[in-house]
């Protein structure tokens, strides 16, 4: 009895040294293995990983962030940046939130990559050195993760194998955009071209000292559409025009247009300004009925042309309550600036005959903006230019600002011809692939520059070096952009950039363009020579 139970305890205390051993072994299986299949749980794709539901991350190699749409002209990219890795490149990011739940921001975002795209062969088709590689940034929806993203890019710009020299895109004037653009350019040291933000707090003051070390634009500030929509249509009344306003927090896009809106304007005080706050930029909420509230007081006013500093979803819905308010033969114009040029891309075929209305010969509201280019412009112009040659004293030539953006912009459709197969189809009209297109090959030109300088070491300059060539291009190294001469100020700032005037044409549902609007009132000077004093 008593060998049994001393086997017994034997046995007991065996199984126990066993259980604890197993226990150990897997804990220290689960040390080793778990976090390592937890991250790759947790991995989108190489660089990228799951934060809040979306893909966070940098990544050059084709992933499409879960956006279907954007897969061709991703693995166009990834096929560029592959067929360039053997000679002396750097790295360019276009940084901007890739997963948009709408259909009309999945096509806009298209658009900008595909612009990126085309900037990056037609630089990397020169004979120039070095090459640009192009990796896709996502700081999530209203880059509310761009803290991540920018610690990926330092490391980025650190490394000898990424050498990171320019950040681009940035498509939303928001107060985490300025935040990340601010930590790119003064803390880091990485320079940014800004091709699509227009608001003015993302931009360096041409007298005072600089809000961003290292930061070049492509895009007027809204200040400066306002002065070109102002010269373009000319002084008018007061009371013929009404401010409409959204008033969301941290929107400085908007807030910025609001400011360049509110103009000194001859004549008696028109309508007060007339504020309504949107939900978030692409929800509408209940600002349908402020609209029609609004619509209402202004058909008691006598403005006739309404300044709208709103995002495309809202100024939409405004457009469509105006034409909806019973107001005899009143017809409006709304203007607004640049973030409007995507706006079609909202519309439906109701919409359209809401905007017509009965009348056969004048919609009931057409919408007017400052787009920063549009694929008419130029021809257009040029035109004009030769019907007003046969009524004067004739010229020997074009002048060189209409006819260089024009045999640029040829050249961005014939690339645009041959490319689609591989990146999908294209489309100009809305000028977001030509304005991207124009900003990765002003980065280009500044790489460039950067490298074939003196003093330079090496096929690949530091990035300070590239910060350093946006004062150098202007004159002799203007920039033939599709959407314009591109002559950067020392703030870093495109002198006297024309926009295009652009407007909904509810009869042909399109985009007609109207002509083209200066800040200056006249024309960039001849070889884009910008002058000490700038507006």
Same mark, same amino acid.
């Given at each position: ?13 065996? &199984? ?32 990228? &990983? ?47 939130? @890739? ?16 612009? /990126? ?66 930590? @790119? ?17 993302? /931009? ?50 908007? /807030? ?5 809106? &509110?103009?000194?304007?001859? =004549? ?23 609209? !029609? ?18 995002? +495309? ?6 457009? @469509?309550?105006?034409?909806?308010? +019973? ?8 203007? !607004? ?67 260089? *953006? ?47 300088? +003196? ?5 690949? *300059? ?9 004062? &150098? ?18 703030? =870093? ?25 200066? +800040? ?16």
């Amino acid at each position: 009895m008593k060998d049994w139970l001393y086997r017994t305890f034997l046995l007991n205390r065996l &199984r126990k040294a066993l259980s604890a051993a197993g226990a150990v072994a897997l804990l220290l299986l689960g040390h080793l293995f778990v976090p390592d299949a937890l991250d790759r749980f947790h991995r989108c794709a190489d660089g990228v &990983r799951e934060i809040d539901a979306e893909c966070i991350g940098v990544n050059g190699s084709g992933y499409d962030f879960g956006t279907p749409g954007i897969g061709k002209v991703a693995d166009a990219v990834a096929a560029e940046n592959r067929r360039i890795a053997s000679v002396p490149h750097v790295t360019v990011a276009m940084m901007l939130p @890739l997963q948009p739940a709408s259909r009309a921001g999945q096509d806009q975002l298209r658009s900008d990559l595909q612009g /990126a795209y085309l900037g990056q062969r037609r630089a990397n088709q020169t004979g120039e050195l070095p090459k640009l590689r192009l990796v896709l940034a996502n700081p999530g929806s209203g880059y509310r993760h761009q803290e991540e993203v920018v610690d990926r890019l330092a490391e980025m710009a650190r490394s000898p194998r990424h050498r990171l020299r320019a950040v681009t895109g940035f498509n939303l004037s928001l107060s985490e955009t300025e935040a990340a653009i601010d930590r @790119l350019t003064n803390d880091l040291g990485i320079p940014v071209l800004a091709s699509r933000v227009s608001a003015d707090d993302l /931009a360096n003051d041409e007298t005072g000292p600089r809000r961003f070390d290292g930061l070049a634009r492509v895009i007027p500030t809204n200040g400066r559409q306002a002065d070109a929509l102002a010269a373009f249509h000319g002084d008018l009344p007061d009371r013929r025009t009404v401010l409409v306003t959204d008033t969301r927090p941290n929107d400085i896009y908007v /807030a910025s247009l609001a400011d360049a809106f &509110r103009r000194d304007e001859p =004549g008696r005080p028109g309508p007060k300004d007339q504020e309504f706050e949107s939900p978030s930029l692409d929800e509408a909420g209940s600002t349908g009925n402020d609209f !029609s509230l609004i619509g209402h007081n202004i058909c008691q006013s006598e403005a006739e042309v309404v300044y709208f500093a709103g995002r +495309p979803v809202h100024l939409r819905l405004f457009a @469509l309550k105006l034409a909806e308010v +019973p107001c005899g033969d009143r017809h409006y114009t709304v203007v !607004s600036g640049s973030g409007a040029a995507t706006l079609a891309r909202y519309m439906d075929e109701g919409d359209w005959r809401t905007l017509r209305g009965d009348d056969a010969d004048e919609p009931l509201v057409t919408v007017r903006y400052a787009a920063p280019g549009h694929p008419d412009a130029w021809d257009a112009e040029l035109r004009a230019w030769r019907a007003a040659q046969q009524e004067g004293p004739s010229a020997e030539q074009p002048p060189a600002h209409l006819t260089q *953006p024009q045999e640029e912009l040829q050249r961005l459709e014939e690339l645009l011809a041959r490319e689609e197969p591989r990146m999908g189809d294209g489309d100009l009209q809305d000028s977001r692939t030509m304005l991207v297109y124009d900003g990765v090959r002003t980065i280009a030109r500044a790489v460039f520059l950067a490298h074939s300088g +003196p003093g330079t070491d090496g096929p690949v *300059p530091p990035a300070e070096r590239v910060a350093a060539q946006w004062k &150098r291009l202007e004159s002799q190294h203007r920039v033939y952009g599709t959407s314009g001469w591109i002559c950067l100020t020392n703030a =870093g700032n495109p002198y006297n950039k024309p926009v295009a005037v652009v407007e909904l044409a509810p009869g042909d549902q399109e985009l007609a363009f109207v002509g083209l609007a200066w +800040p200056e009132s006249r024309p960039q000077p001849p070889e884009c020579v910008v002058p000490s004093h700038t507006g």
